[in-house]
């Protein structure tokens, strides 16, 4: 029999759900509480929408700093190939830069929205906007419908696409937090993702402003290790930003809840400590004529001299040769693990993603069903999944969409049988040509509505 699906939230997760859920032959209703579907999708820049990756799963997996292997699977099925099949189905061109970056070729995020419009119109999904979903009903143990309006409205499967707690203007209210939870669900506190860290260190009078392409970054908690990367870093007014930083920086609000959190910076990755050391004291047995700053700037950008005699009190102009081993040992520090003090990573009214989310041991990875009520299903920022800059959170929402939409919408129980639910999906994923992007279903028609001017 055919399923109705109730799928709670409009933004990039849900409409992939729509999308597969419909495909699958499901009848769908798509609640969104704003006017427009989308609307944080709209809202991401044009010229820096990067809506997916060209790497592999392995590449994609090194980019969640939460949640990877939870969604090992929804990669698998619905990688970057798929994704770039997908969106050209939608009517999306793409283009990509040398970073492997996906993003739309023209028309920014606007158009993927718009694209999205078009088809799940053409596909007969219900929209119902301006509708925000109060309640999951469920008989305990199963979903039984959703309650909009203050009016009961029954479905056999609910897909709870709600996004996270960022950019609350944008509509991120934790809904969906509050519905896992009400239904059992344990929530890992939701914090600030994807945002500038605030520092201690008065840094932006010498270095705001200035961004460094290479630099390995530590983070340390009650000054133990806990982890570095290395990519870019970016000095701002108050602290510092950049493709590594805002990567880590869901991790630093977790750390930085109840302890002390350090930035090490290892401007000179390219040398090791120990050959710098032999190299630093070789220098000043036989550099005479040079200076601390001429010798330093071998190995990293002068830019950063000022830092020295502010934070390290030596002086550059000081002859290399005669520096004392104290102020070698200061520049060392400098050169390879620069500290820096937490103080917070940016709130959510700037933050452009969530870390935490719905636990996600206690959903399946291969149907994004809850493993404790049946019929409902998870899919986007709402997870405990975490990605770094360069497509990976919006491919997520994708992704998980994809397995969510897809499972919601069969026909048969995405509890009976696993591996049944595994080969339905690599079934009919989008690369494989069992799946036509063209040719989905047409059910629902009938009930589909212009999406500019239905309410539920
Ligand atoms: C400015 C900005 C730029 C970004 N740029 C990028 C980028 O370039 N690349 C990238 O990968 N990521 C980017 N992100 C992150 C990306 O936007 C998110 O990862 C993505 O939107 C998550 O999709 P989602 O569908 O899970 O959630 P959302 O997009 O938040 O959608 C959830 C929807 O659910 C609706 N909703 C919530 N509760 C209810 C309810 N009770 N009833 C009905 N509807 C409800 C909300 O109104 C919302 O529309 C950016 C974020 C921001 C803020």
């Given at each position: 029999m055919t399923k109705t699906v109730a799928i709670i939230g409009a933004g990039p997760a849900g409409m992939a759900a729509a999308y597969f859920a419909a495909d699958a032959g499901a009848q769908v209703f798509l609640y969104e509480k704003n006017p427009v579907i989308g609307k944080k999708l709209i809202f991401v820049p044009w010229d820096g929408c990067e809506l997916t990756h060209s790497g592999d799963t392995d590449d994609f997996m090194e980019n969640y700093a939460r949640g990877a292997e939870f969604i090992r699977f929804s990669l698998e099925k619905f990688g970057s190939k798929q994704a770039i099949k997908f969106f050209k189905g939608l009517g999306v061109e793409l283009s990509t830069n040398e970073d492997g970056i996906i993003s739309p070729a023209s028309g920014g995020s606007p158009s993927v929205q718009k694209a999205f419009e078009t088809k799940l119109t053409d596909m007969?999904?219900?929209?119902?906007?301006?509708?925000?979903?109060?309640?999951?009903?469920?008989?305990?143990?199963?979903?039984?419908?959703?309650?909009?309006?203050?009016?009961?409205?029954p479905f056999d499967r609910v897909i709870i696409a709600t996004g996270g707690a960022a950019r609350p203007k944008l509509g991120a209210s934790g809904d969906g937090y509050r519905f896992a939870q009400t239904l059992g669900h344990n929530v890992i506190d939701p914090l600030p993702a994807m945002s500038e860290v605030e520092t201690v260190e008065k840094l932006g009078k010498f270095l705001g402003g200035m961004s460094f392409p290479k630099v390995t970054i530590s983070i340390y908690q009650n000054h133990t290790k806990i982890l570095d990367r290395t990519g870019p870093i970016a000095f701002t007014e108050h602290g510092v930003t950049g493709n590594t930083i805002l990567f880590l920086s869901g991790i630093i609000s977790r750390l930085n809840d109840k302890n002390k959190v350090e930035i090490g910076i290892d401007i000179a990755p390219q040398i090791t400590r120990d050959l710098l050391e032999k190299e630093l004291i070789a220098k000043s047995a036989n550099s005479n004529h040079y200076s601390v700053g001429e010798i330093i700037t071998n190995y990293i950008d002068k830019r950063m001299l000022p830092v020295l005699s502010r934070?390290?009190?030596?002086?550059?102009?000081?002859?290399?040769?005669?520096?004392?081993?104290?102020?070698?040992?200061?520049?060392?520090?400098?050169?390879?693990?620069?500290?820096?003090?937490?103080?917070?990573?940016?709130?959510?009214?700037?933050?452009?993603?969530?870390?935490?989310?719905?636990?996600?041991?206690?959903?399946?990875?291969?149907?994004?069903?809850?493993?404790?009520?049946?019929?409902?299903?998870?899919?986007g920022e709402v997870l405990d999944v975490d990605g770094g800059p360069g497509g990976y959170n919006l491919h997520s929402a994708f992704a998980t969409g994809f397995i969510a939409g897809k499972s919601a919408g069969r026909r048969t129980s995405s509890r009976k049988n696993s591996a049944e639910n595994e080969n339905i999906l690599v079934d009919t994923a989008p690369e494989s040509d069992a799946i036509e992007i063209e040719n989905h279903n047409t059910l629902g028609k009938e009930t589909a509505a212009n999406p500019s001017n239905t309410t539920d």
């Open positions: 007969g999904v219900t929209f119902c906007i301006s509708s925000k979903v109060q309640e999951i009903l469920t008989d305990g143990k199963k979903v039984t419908g959703v309650e909009v309006h203050n009016l009961a409205k934070f390290f009190r030596i002086q550059d102009s000081k002859p290399m040769s005669h520096i004392t081993n104290l102020e070698r040992k200061g520049l060392l520090l400098f050169l390879k693990d620069f500290r820096i003090t937490v103080k917070k990573v940016k709130p959510f009214h700037v933050a452009l993603y969530t870390s935490g989310g719905v636990d996600t041991s206690e959903v399946n990875p291969k149907t994004m069903e809850s493993n404790r009520i049946k019929g409902l299903y998870f899919c």
